[in-house]
């Protein structure tokens, strides 16, 4: 028997039960527990936690931890959140990658068919049918391409809309026009009537969604933000949606989660408000893909490939 693996972070005792459950099953060779139920020697021999959301005081009571694995796929409160240097692999997962491409695609079409304005015409009993405009003549510009843009700019392509890429890096993506750094964000804006946000919060991506980036859009665009909230600055999109620059706004990710009741995003009409869904951690899959990785630590003594501190992604 290897030594135990501790599960840090579950957001209730009925979660901590069901994912030691799924990952139990998933790789039964494994001894998993909760870390609060460890004792010290067990505390002390651990070289890997599993993660959720976790208290770094709880890792750092984890002495020989030697890597952590989030069960999330965004890990910026875990950059540099311990008080070592540790290895930190985020959740890379083909069914968190469909899911949100599909939560991508599906409220692409909300806003490519106007359902935020049908909904107001609805409240107001107004019969006004708006001019179609097809996938075609939509252009999608698309915050990020890593695991989760690149999946959801496949769906996209696939249902017919033009897509434009972003990403730090020059990427190269069949059926894609992608474009990189400060030039290429300013022309791909210029072209976008739908922007989708699908970077990860650092140090360079807090605040990139602000007052001038909204002004670049074209008028009456809209936004979909699905990677984290801080990376749209709330007063610059209230300005821009008041001012009839950005027609809506689909928010999946805010500054403050649960979204507080006296937010004003809330009941603001050019906003629809979702409770962080779009991509949610799929536990079968997760756990088949954190058996994998662990697997291949026993095997070869390796960590798997994790965040890059200095990048914080
Ligand atoms: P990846 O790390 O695979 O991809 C990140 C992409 O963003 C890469 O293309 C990267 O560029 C690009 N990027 C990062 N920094 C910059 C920058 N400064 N300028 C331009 N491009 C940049 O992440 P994922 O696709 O797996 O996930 C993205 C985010 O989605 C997560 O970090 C998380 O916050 C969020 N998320 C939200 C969920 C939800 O339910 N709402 C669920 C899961 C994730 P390059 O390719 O050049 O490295």
Redesign the pocket.
Known sequence: MSETIALVGCKSPAQEAEYLHILSAAMPEEHLAPFRTMGPAERTAARIAVVANPDPAEVAALPGLVWVQSL?????KLVGAFDRPLPIV???DRE??R??AE?VLAWTYYLQRDMPAYARQQRDRVWRPHAYRKPSDTTVGL?????????AADRLVGAGFRVV???????AVAGLDTV??ADG?TAMLGRSDILVC?????A??RG?VNAARLAALKPGAALIN???GP?VVTEDLVAALDSGQLAHAVL??FDVEPLPAESALWGHPGVTV?P??????DMDSAAATVATNIRAYRRTGRPPSG?DAA???
């Open positions: 999330w796929a965004g890990v910026e985020r959740l890379v968190m990658a899911t949100m939560a915050l990020g391409l890593g695991a989760l843009g690149t999946a890429g972003w990403s730090r890096t020059p990427k990189h750094g964000l699908l970077v990860p919060l650092t360079e991506t990139l699905f990677a984290r990376i999946d990710v979702l962080h869904v779009s991509g949610p951690t965040v990048r914080g992604y």
